[in-house]
């Protein structure tokens, strides 16, 4: 009973492009917030981007920012990440995640995470 259709693996060479997606119900969609996590190996979980579903406010981690961009489709209960100029530095498992704007509040919700590896 999984609550997101998540884009799958995803792998490209530094300096590349990918998309990752994130689908889900109507009512999860209208949390009012969703977007992504990562982490990679040995690493803490890190703030990568989040989106508004019902309003237009969109905040990024430090790392992506002027690279990734989050968009929606409110018709599809859906979000993506739009990942450019990608670095080895940002493989890691993205995470899709949706709540009511506090993510350590009540009603959080996890996709399985989606691997994305940059390589030469």
């Known amino acids: 009973q999984a609550h997101f259709v998540e884009s799958g693996r995803q792998s490209v060479q530094p300096g590349g492009s990918l998309r990752l997606s994130c689908a889900t119900s109507g009512s999860i969609f209208g949390l009012g917030y969703m977007g992504w996590y990562r982490q990679a190996p040995g690493k803490q979980r890190e703030f990568v981007a989040i989106?508004?579903?019902?309003?237009?406010?969109?905040r990024y981690g430090d790392p992506v920012k002027g690279r990734f961009s989050i968009t929606r489709d409110s018709a599809e209960n859906t979000v993506y990440l739009e990942m450019n100029n990608l670095k080895v530095e940002d493989t890691a498992v993205y995470y899709c995640v949706a709540h009511r704007g506090d993510p350590t509040g009540p009603d959080v919700y996890w996709g399985q995470g989606a691997q994305v590896t940059i390589s030469s």
């Open positions: 989106i508004a579903t019902r309003g237009t406010g969109r």
